[in-house]
């Protein structure tokens, strides 16, 4: 039976009998060999934000009940057990996002639950099944949420910076229409009254907590918020009417401390950086042009409350750009303004820690197909295709060197 299978085999019967004790013995997060170098907070922060950080990540942690107002359909229990140790989830933990396509037209079937997959349910009521008029679905893993607080120090005039046609690319930023909630920060530029997105594997969020709440609704599943008080249903079945907790589920202040933890956690330091082959490894990267999208080194601009994420010198390596990345990584789900064969560049920070989050593996790519480096690199095509023949053109050597570079990232 595949990895993906027995997941979700364990999540029926975990929910046969959904209590606290039950789901921790029977779903828990999955362990990471090794994650001192992936998980920890930004130094600088006040006694009161350590605090907050302190309780975003016992929220994060926390395994969600029926009593706690989970479902009544969700994709998991918890934020850790798609993201292990702030790490890269694998395809045992994917979520499905569907919609129809007809001809440039798309439609994410909210009316029918769309646009995430939820197909696990509190006991007595049905899990989700893919509506019939859905034609189109991708799986997606987790992405790491190592750093995530420089991403939001980010100013946009830092990203578009590196937008549109340039050395043979042509990245572009996912414009986005603002939640009620969102407040711009002085580095935020609106074009016609939308917002750069840049979380996200299509950059489709601005702001973390605009990430956050759309994950505790849809990438989780049925929690609701001061921020989102729509309680996904199986639209086949009707609305539930056995909510255990009166929405909202969580708090604005669970959202925040949320929000601060992901803002607050720290980029993991690099491993073997002084290592010839590691050395040679990153001029080879750079010789062949993969900085072209994978910038290695950009500037934060000023986050009030959080000098050490402000104006701070970062080694993302992404440009936070959308780019065709040719048929075969096309998702067939668009989002925003984004196509189904535009990915944001993934930074690859931390990178190399992949597999202590993954169960030893390595499964990179919006949906963990590749499982090494090397096989990453012969998916991108499109505005890539010239980078990954200028790769193969490299000696075995050579290669091998570019892998160790980015297995110290």
């Known amino acids: 039976m595949k990895i993906k299978q027995i997941y979700k085999v364990l999540t029926v019967v975990i929910f046969s009998v959904i209590t606290l004790e039950a789901c921790q013995k029977l779903f828990p997060a999955a362990p990471a060999p090794d994650n001192t170098l992936a998980v920890g907070v930004i130094p600088g922060l006040t006694p009161a934000q350590l605090q907050e950080h302190a309780l975003g990540d016992d929220e994060f942690s926390q395994i969600f009940t029926q009593q706690q107002g989970l479902g009544p359909v969700f994709n998991n229990i918890s934020c850790n057990n798609c993201h292990v140790g702030n790490g890269k989830g694998s395809p045992a933990t994917a979520l499905t996002r569907f919609g129809r396509a007809t001809g440039r037209t798309f439609d994410s079937l909210v009316s029918e639950n769309g646009p995430d997959l939820l197909p696990n349910a509190v006991p007595g009521y049905t899990g989700d099944v893919l509506p019939p008029d859905a034609n189109v679905q991708v799986q997606l893993i987790a992405p790491t949420i190592m750093g995530l607080g420089f991403i939001a120090a980010l100013a946009d005039s830092t990203i578009l910076a590196n937008a549109y046609p340039h050395d043979g690319v042509a990245g572009v930023p996912n414009y986005v ?165 535009q990915w944001r560049t993934a930074p690859l920070w931390g990178v190399g820690l992949s597999p202590n989050s993954q169960g030893g593996g390595l499964f990179l790519l919006h949906d963990g197909r590749a499982t090494s480096f090397i096989q990453a690199i012969q998916f991108h095509n499109g505005e890539a295709s010239a980078r990954k023949a200028a790769f193969n053109a490299l000696t075995s050597q050579q290669q091998q060197q570019i892998v160790a570079f980015l297995n110290s990232l």
Not at 244 to 269: C, E, I, R, W
Not at 306 to 316: E, R
């Open 177 to 341: 229409n603002p939640t009620s909630f969102f407040i711009p920060q002085a580095f935020n530029i609106p074009f016609n009254g939308q917002y750069i997105g840049r979380f996200g594997r299509k950059a489709t969020r601005v702001s973390l907590q605009d990430q956050v709440v759309f994950a505790l609704a849809n990438d989780l599943g049925g929690v609701t918020c001061d921020y989102n008080m729509v309680k996904p249903y199986n639209y086949l079945v009707g609305p539930y009417t056995g909510n255990y907790v009166q929405d909202p589920d969580v708090s604005a202040g669970f959202v925040n401390h949320l929000v601060m933890y992901l803002l607050t956690n720290k980029v993991p330091p690099r491993r073997d950086s002084a290592n010839s082959d590691v050395l040679a490894g990153a001029q080879l990267f750079t010789n062949i042009g993969c900085v072209t999208c994978h910038i290695p080194t950009m500037v934060t601009s000023t986050l009030p409350g959080f000098p050490s994420l402000s104006n701070q010198t970062i080694h993302p390596f992404s440009d936070f750009l959308l780019h065709d990345m040719g048929s075969e990584l096309d998702g067939g789900v668009p989002e925003g303004s984004a196509q189904s064969f």
